[in-house]
T-cell receptor
């Protein structure tokens, strides 16, 4: 499976600021996703990061709050904008792999605390 | 849209016993069902998956069964060991979407 890294691994931020999280894969992948995992909760899909076009956002998530870039097939960024304490979560990227790319492998996550 | 329910939310078993976690999905078109194990502070790791054209799949002490008629699938862990202690998530995906809908998770504790 692909080797996936994320930066930063953790951060503490002040409310009202923005943080950009990077996701790097060691091979080209078509499907790349961003998830949020709130403390003690399950994973919720934020958006699908599309190479060369705008990301596809899930219900409840908007581009102004979570802008996503996907400049090539090995890299994506997620920005958490104008942060509030409710944004404190783990943010994970994942990539699709397998025969029809239905299997997802996750990055190590970015632990964000907003004060 | 698709919805996935997972039970139980917590499960404690004695070492060596079996553990069973069940998930129910709502959309009969769902065709791929992975299971992930997440240890504390770690990323979710795929442990087994099953496609809708298969009723059961086994990998050593882990098995998954799928009942398409009832729209539920289950994870079975036999001969549990302390290192099986973790949170387990099921997921379902619709064909062509590649998007996962996750269950709420089961915290498994294996008591030595």
């Amino acid at each position: 499976s692909a080797v996936i890294s994320q930066k930063p691994s953790r951060d503490i931020c002040q409310r009202g600021t923005s943080l950009t999280i990077q996701c790097q894969v060691d091979s080209q992948v078509t499907m790349m996703f961003w998830y949020r995992q709130q403390p003690g909760q399950s994973l919720t899909l934020i958006a699908t990061a599309n190479q060369g076009s705008e990301a596809t956002y899930e219900s409840g998530f908007v581009i102004d709050k979570f802008p996503i870039s996907r400049p090539n097939l090995t890299f994506s960024t997620l920005t958490v904008s104008n942060m509030s304490p409710e944004d404190s979560s783990i943010y994970l990227c994942s990539v699709g792999a397998g025969q029809v790319q239905e299997t997802q492998y996750f990055g190590p996550g970015t632990r964000l605390l907003v004060l | 849209g698709e919805n996935v329910e997972q039970h139980p939310s917590t499960l404690s078993v004695q070492e060596g016993d079996s553990a069973v976690i069940k998930c129910t999905y709502s959309d009969s078109a769902s065709n791929y069902f992975p299971w992930y194990k997440q240890e504390l502070g770690k990323r979710p790791q795929l442990i087994i998956d099953i496609r809708s054209n298969v009723g059961e799949k086994k990998d050593q002490r882990i098995a998954v069964t799928l009942n398409k008629t009832a729209k539920h699938f289950s994870l079975h862990i036999t001969e549990t060991q302390p290192e099986d202690s973790a949170v387990y998530f099921c997921a379902a995906t619709l064909p062509g979407t590649y998007k996962y809908i996750f269950g709420t998770g089961t915290r498994l504790k294996v008591l030595a």
